[in-house]
């Protein structure tokens, strides 16, 4: 069976299936984030993860505009326990987003992994890494 990438276009994201159990989710730097917007990707995550396991990178533009909503809900609440997520680094591109990933997380910690990073590759290394501990060894 081959690989087929695939993505799922939201409207405040892209939702990418870029590889077997890994999923890259592109914030758009021209929209408001807000609490529907959250619950449209999360469909869209579950529908390209499938019952995973699957780990996701997710990318905040500079300048991010976010409604306030979207720090106060636990965007992961309802699916804790049946999810197919291992794994979640988010990159910032400016203090900004960082901060506001590093406050969510310490109010809502997360049922898997969770990293904020302000490199791609340190992410992808870190999710690689991740991913490689979540498949199940030959024997």
């Known amino acids: 069976m081959t690989f087929a990438p695939r993505t799922i276009e939201t409207r405040c994201a892209s939702m990418s299936l870029t590889a077997p159990g890994f999923i890259e989710q592109?914030?758009?730097n021209d929209v408001t984030i807000d609490r529907a917007g959250f619950e449209e990707n999360r469909r869209a995550r579950h529908e390209l993860?499938?019952?995973g396991p699957y780990v996701m990178l997710t990318f905040f533009p500079?300048?991010?505009d976010f409604d306030l909503g979207v720090t106060t809900t636990d965007h992961f609440q309802p699916e804790r326990g049946s999810s197919?997520?291992?794994s979640l680094a988010v990159v910032a591109r400016d203090s900004m987003g960082e901060a506001i990933a590093k406050l969510y997380f310490s109010y809502f910690p997360?049922?898997?992994n969770?990293?904020?990073f302000k490199s791609e590759a340190d992410a992808r290394?870190?999710?690689t890494d991740?991913?490689?501990k979540e498949r199940p060894m030959a024997g």
Do not use: C, N, T
Request: hydrophobic fraction near 50%.
């Open 125 to 127: 290394a870190w999710l």
């Open 114 to 116: 969770a990293r904020v």
């Open 110 to 112: 997360p049922h898997f």
């Open 84 to 86: 197919g997520l291992s």
């Open 130 to 132: 991740a991913a490689f």
């Open 62 to 64: 500079e300048g991010m």
């Open 26 to 28: 592109r914030f758009r």
């Open 49 to 51: 993860g499938g019952s």
